[in-house]
């Protein structure tokens, strides 16, 4: 089997077309597939979460799976964060420390991913500034999305993340993928509540929504999560099932997807131009607070 990918950006056409590859792959096995990147001019780094979570499923199911064509930028992008080291190419060094490399995790590499994100994101001097207290909070939440792939998705296949921070944008990307049961069958299994997929990311996005065995992908981490991107100017996506939820600009839009992604995505996109400080409300009683 032969696809062609096009162009990969961290956006909604970037993820669909990631789920047009799942479906028609899904149900290869000991197949040989084989991935053109000819047409793909331009691939977000953190977007190799979710694309590596999509080829591991592939080999799971013993097909063999090879990357041709692929242009040098992308190429270049793709061997600094080790991505492409899993599929025959040398990882080259990262002379400017733009990335946060690809990982696979196991589900039991809890105190791995903390360290990962520590030293890779919450330590990065890009990040805006932020006081004891809400950056303990930042942490809690960034790792809640890793502990609630692993009790709620009930993946037996890892944990994928990646992310990248471009200069010239001032951005920082950062994506977290598993390839569990969504966030829809979750919510149904948990507390009868039947919503189409993209509702249903909504209803673990609100605060305190949880199911009877504790939070789903979101509850107040992801609630903490998106309060900060709207002071901060940046954005977060969410895709599980066919469902697609992305909060910018203290806006959220829903949108229902094609076809099925085999788990759940959570992307984070960080302003870093923005220079303000940030702190919970409970910490300062001043203006401009948290």
């Not at 991935?35 to 190799?48: E, P, R, S």
């Not at 793709?78 to 990335?99: A, V």
């Not at 960080?270 to 702190?279: F, L, P």
């Amino acid at each position: 089997m032969r696809f062609s990918l096009p162009e990969i950006r961290h956006d909604q056409a970037g993820f669909e077309a990631l789920i047009r590859l799942h479906a028609q792959t899904k149900d290869c096995l000991f197949d040989d597939i084989d991935i053109d990147m000819g047409a793909t001019t331009w691939f977000d780094a953190d977007m190799c979460a979710a694309f590596g979570a999509i080829l591991y499923r592939m080999g799971k199911n013993m097909n063999t799976v090879k990357l041709e064509n692929i242009r040098p930028n992308v190429e270049k992008i793709l061997s600094k964060n080790g991505f492409l080291s899993h599929y025959g190419r040398e990882k080259i060094p990262d002379q400017w420390g733009t990335t946060i490399p690809y990982q696979r995790l196991d589900v039991k590499d809890d105190r791995y991913f903390a360290g990962y994100i520590e030293n890779e994101l919450i330590r990065r001097s890009e990040m805006p500034s932020m006081s004891l207290g809400l950056l303990k909070k930042f942490r809690e939440s960034i790792f809640e999305i890793f502990s609630n792939a692993v009790l709620h998705s009930r993946t037996e296949q890892g944990i994928f993340s990646c992310g990248q921070f471009f200069p010239a944008r001032h951005q920082l990307d950062f994506s977290v993928t598993d390839l569990g049961i969504g966030i829809r069958q979750n919510v149904k299994e948990n507390t009868g509540l039947d919503f189409a997929p993209e509702e249903a990311i909504a209803w673990a996005t609100k605060g305190r929504n949880t199911t009877k065995r504790g939070q789903i992908p979101g509850g107040l981490g992801l609630k903490l999560l998106g309060e900060f991107i709207d002071l901060n100017g940046g954005r977060i996506q969410i895709v599980s099932d066919a469902g697609y939820w992305r909060r910018e600009k203290c806006e959220t839009v829903t949108v229902g997807l094609s076809q099925p992604f085999p788990g759940t995505v959570v992307s984070l996109e960080i302003n870093t131009a923005d220079t303000q400080s940030y702190a919970l409300s409970s910490e300062l009683s001043e203006e401009n607070i948290f």
